[in-house]
């Protein structure tokens, strides 16, 4: 009887163990997807930058939309398309609780632009302006690039500024009216984006610099650490 009772209580201590495995796996889902869902409302109502939810990543890195040549795989719109940014708390909520892993894009143009260039570029020319106590706004860290979040521009405004620079490398590239930027924490095929600078506050628009303030520094920049790509999320 007494090795029955040990083998009972083998066989109920290896559920329980499973069964807490299995309960701390879900949870951690849980709290990983919930993440997604609060990173898009901060930044619709805390910043009041309009969202909607990127396409996403297959397994294995690949990006879900029909496209098989995909540049930017999990890291662009899809369905919804872009035009359908929004801040309406409703829209996000239902939007995550159907795709509660998708990657939030917000939308540049009307609240916020962006300027991004490589990554190894992109901390060196952080290392600049914080030497130079230039003041500068969020930054966003993808697995290649940093992404500068600066006050809406227009693309007359950007030209003029682009047209008094000597040269300026296609491994600077622009977000501004009509185009988006992924926030973190999401993930896309390419991997996870993080903040380099965070927004200070949860609840106040961040204060973002003028374009025409960083615009030299980042062309120098880029021009010393071109990347050659095409694309960047």
């Known amino acids: 009887m007494r090795g029955v009772s040990t083998l009972v209580g083998k066989a109920v201590g290896r559920a329980v163990g499973r069964a807490v495995y299995r309960a701390g796996r879900r949870a951690g889902r849980l709290r990983t997807r919930?993440?997604?869902?609060?990173?898009?409302?901060?930044?619709?109502?805390?910043?009041?930058?309009?969202?909607?939810?990127?396409?996403?990543?297959?397994?294995?890195g690949g990006c879900r939309c029909p496209r098989p040549d995909c540049q930017v795989p999990g890291a662009h719109p899809h369905e919804p398309k872009l035009l359908a940014a929004t801040t309406d708390d409703r829209m996000i909520r239902w939007w995550w609780s159907r795709r509660p892993e998708a990657p939030v894009l917000v939308a540049t143009g009307g609240q916020v632009c962006a300027l991004s260039l490589p990554a190894e570029a992109g901390a060196r020319v952080l290392d600049y302006f914080d030497a130079l106590r230039v003041p500068i706004g969020p930054?966003?860290?993808?697995?290649?690039?940093?992404?500068?979040?600066?006050?809406?521009?227009?693309?007359?405004?950007?030209?003029?500024?682009?047209?008094?620079?000597?040269?300026?490398?296609?491994?600077?590239?622009?977000?501004?009216?009509?185009?988006y930027v992924?926030?973190?924490?999401?993930?896309?095929?390419?991997?996870?984006?993080?903040?380099?600078?965070?927004?200070?506050?949860?609840?106040?628009?961040?204060?973002?610099?003028?374009?025409?303030?960083?615009?030299?520094a980042l062309v120098a920049a880029s021009v010393a650490a071109p990347d050659g790509a095409t694309l960047a999320p």
Do not use: C, N
């Open 139 to 179: 930054v966003i860290a993808t697995p290649t690039r940093y992404v500068l979040l600066v006050a809406p521009y227009s693309f007359p405004e950007l030209g003029e500024l682009l047209v008094a620079q000597e040269w300026v490398p296609t491994s600077l590239r622009y977000h501004g009216p009509g185009g």
């Open 34 to 60: 919930g993440r997604f869902l609060g990173a898009a409302r901060t930044a619709a109502r805390g910043w009041g930058w309009p969202v909607l939810p990127g396409v996403g990543a297959a397994p294995g």
């Open 182 to 216: 992924v926030l973190p924490p999401s993930r896309t095929g390419a991997g996870a984006m993080r903040w380099v600078r965070r927004p200070l506050s949860t609840r106040e628009q961040p204060w973002l610099p003028s374009v025409s303030d960083l615009v030299e």
